[in-house]
């Protein structure tokens, strides 16, 4: 049996503390009764409050399976505190705690399911079909946890999510950011807004200021609109047509005596 476990005690509080660091369980627990009944005489003796600390890659989903629901049971209280990466099968051990917590620089991640199988039809279809149970239990974990939706949380197991502590903060899968309650009154500070480029930066922001002496130009009026009227129009049209027709108009004698000079 390889232990991929560690107990301390902290000084300070007396508190018992768990360590899971690395692969969980580098051979599967299925049908293993020996290192899950190691696991579980271990911490049958830290009765009180219990902190777990997580830095894993994850690993056999049935160990984190019993981790879980060991941790779940616990009569004292539990907080886990993912201080790296709770990724995979780890991050299943992660919703056991009553409080979850991660650091600023913490990763956690979740996707489907995998496993190898061998043989003929029968054979890979019933692997597959334990692979579906395999998930629906792990969403158990997650649903419970976040309160997001089954088929929400599907689909992010199906794109393989990772999440940074403030994301998965937002989501629910875990409680707190560790170290963010050191300053209470500290107010995080408000992001300023993307400037947006200026369309023609050669041109200048204002207009340039008049001189002082220079007086400022009178405002010009308009002239007011004129009402369209037809009739005005065409007496308007006639008015002008009879006054050039005038304007041609010659008398005779002057008519005569200006063709009796082009007589020779």
Do not use: C
Request: charged share 30%.
């Amino acid at each position: 049996m390889k232990k991929f476990w560690n107990w301390l005690r902290n000084d300070a509080d007396g508190e018992s503390e768990l360590y899971l660091d690395g692969a969980i369980a580098s051979e599967t627990w299925w049908g293993d009764e020996v290192t899950p009944a190691a696991f579980q005489a271990e911490l049958k003796q830290h009765t009180g409050d219990v902190t777990v600390w997580i830095n894993s890659p994850g690993g056999d989903v049935f160990a984190a399976a019993q981790i879980y629901t060991m941790l779940r049971n616990h009569p004292g209280k539990v907080t886990v505190k993912i201080h790296g990466i709770a990724a995979s099968a780890a991050s299943v051990v992660a919703m056991a705690g009553d409080t979850t917590l991660i650091s600023p620089v913490g990763m956690l991640m979740i996707h489907n399911p995998s496993t190898m199988a061998a043989g003929e039809k029968k054979d890979m279809e019933q692997a597959i079909a334990v692979l579906e149970e395999v998930k629906e239990s792990i969403l158990n974990a997650y649903a419970a946890k976040t309160g997001l939706s089954r088929n929400r949380l599907a689909k992010m197991m199906d794109a393989e999510t990772w999440l940074n502590a403030n994301e998965a903060m937002r989501l629910g899968f875990v409680d707190g950011i560790l170290f963010a309650e050191d300053d209470p009154d500290k107010k995080p500070e408000e992001e300023e807004p993307d400037e947006e480029p200026e369309e023609n930066p050669d041109e200048p922001d204002e207009e340039p200021e008049k001189e002082p002496d220079e007086p400022d130009e009178p405002d010009k009026k308009e002239p007011p609109a004129q009402a369209y009227s037809r009739k005005q129009t065409m007496q308007s049209f006639l008015a002008k047509l009879g006054q050039s027709k005038s304007d041609r108009t010659v008398d005779a004698a002057q008519l005569r005596a200006r063709l009796n000079l082009l007589k020779p």
